[in-house]
């Protein structure tokens, strides 16, 4: 039987099927944890051609250092090729070039020592309905080889609210307790490092408030959160550093709040008391938009001053009635650089 979540939806011809070793995650050679959690160098994958459909490059070299301790944000839009890498990195498609390191180690050295080191939390709630929560942990935690007495389905099931529904069956549980079910599932071997794929998608908004505070927890009591998410908001919200992914390339690589600083944009929003048909002469210097008596200017806050807007509306005889700003925000950034069309390479 397959230890690990199973991912793919096409699956590649070789994934790595062993079970993967339960010793403890080992530490770099001085006794201290690895200082990154994940490292990638140069990490390639080809889709081979089948059929039809011609061969893909979906990653092109990615360069990636992921610290111990984070919370780390994958974005990308779709196809951009996070659950290929994740899935490499869970052992379930084969690299083709470059090399990664899970907790320091090596997946082509040591790959079962690797897997143990990774708990991965899929995008589909693929589960039994009729275990219980405590039967699934049981079962997973046997796949991981982890001895009996070593097990610790009830702290777990306590960590993501769900002592309550330890015998209850699955399929009795709401999409948010699954989703938690699936985040314990991963931790059955006590892995430093959790992927979880898009862990809130299509889930509501109070739900994603308590996922976010479980993630939280578990950051907090030292597991380091590798996550993809679709939701910008999520990832500003959520996590310490982002990378940007698009086809198949890391396009942006940063703290989020030096990402958030990079656009350097804000936009003032100013409502005037009288109806223009064209942006005044004043603001030239300005990108302006103009929408019967509201004028967005846009404006780089580490050069310009927002009384040098204000000033520029002045002095076109207009008085503002009504005033705000907008600091740009993750989406600005995202689009900014997701907007570029395939370079070279993208099959
Ligand atoms: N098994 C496969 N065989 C062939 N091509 C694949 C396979 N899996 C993924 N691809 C292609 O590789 C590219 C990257 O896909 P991937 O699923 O990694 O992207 P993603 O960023 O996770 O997208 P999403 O956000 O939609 O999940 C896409 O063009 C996809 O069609």
């Known amino acids: 039987m397959f230890p690990g979540p199973v991912i793919m939806d ?33 990490l390639t994958k080809t889709y081979k051609a089948s059929g039809k459909a011609p061969a893909k490059l979906a990653l092109k070299g990615i360069d990636l250092a992921i610290p111990r301790g984070s919370v780390y944000g994958l974005l990308g ?59 699934l942990l049981d079962l997973q935690a046997g796949l991981y080889g982890v001895p009996k007495r070593e097990r610790q389905t009830d702290r777990l099931l306590e960590a993501v609210g769900l002592k309550d529904k330890a015998n209850a069956y699955a399929r ?27 862990p809130t998608a299509g889930v509501d908004v109070e739900l994603r408030q308590s996922l976010w505070a479980h993630v939280r927890e578990l950051n907090r009591a030292g597991t380091t959160v590798v996550l993809t998410t679709h939701y910008l908001e999520e990832a500003q919200e959520l996590c310490d550093s982002i990378a940007i992914i698009n086809h198949g390339q890391v396009v942006a690589c940063d703290s989020t709040d030096r990402l958030l600083r990079t656009l350097d944009r804000k936009d003032l929003v100013a409502v005037v008391d009288q109806d223009l048909t064209e942006v005044p002469s004043t603001l030239a210097g300005f990108e302006v938009t103009l929408k019967g008596r509201q004028l967005t200017v846009q404006y780089p806050p580490s050069r310009v001053k927002v009384g040098e807007v204000l000033n520029a509306i002045a002095a076109a005889g207009l008085t503002i009635v009504d005033l705000s700003t907008k600091e740009s925000d993750l989406e600005d950034i995202f689009l900014q650089l997701t907007r570029a069309p395939a370079g070279n390479g993208a099959g």
């Open 10 to 42: 096409r699956p590649d011809p070789m994934p790595d099927t062993r079970a993967p070793d339960t010793q403890p995650a080992p530490s770099a050679p001085n006794g201290s944890p690895p200082e990154l959690a994940i490292e990638l160098r140069g």
């Open 172 to 198: 009795t549980l709401s999409g948010g307790m699954r989703r938690r079910l699936m985040v314990a599932k991963a931790m059955v071997h006590t892995p430093p490092v959790l992927v979880l794929d898009e």
């Open 77 to 135: 839009p779709n196809g951009a090729g996070k659950s290929t890498m994740i899935n490499i990195l869970a052992g379930l498609v084969t690299k083709s070039g470059g090399t990664a390191k899970i907790w320091g180690i090596d997946i082509d050295q040591d790959p079962r020592a690797a897997r143990a080191a990774i708990g991965v939390v899929p995008q589909e709630l693929n589960m039994d309905p009729f275990f219980t929560p405590r039967e």
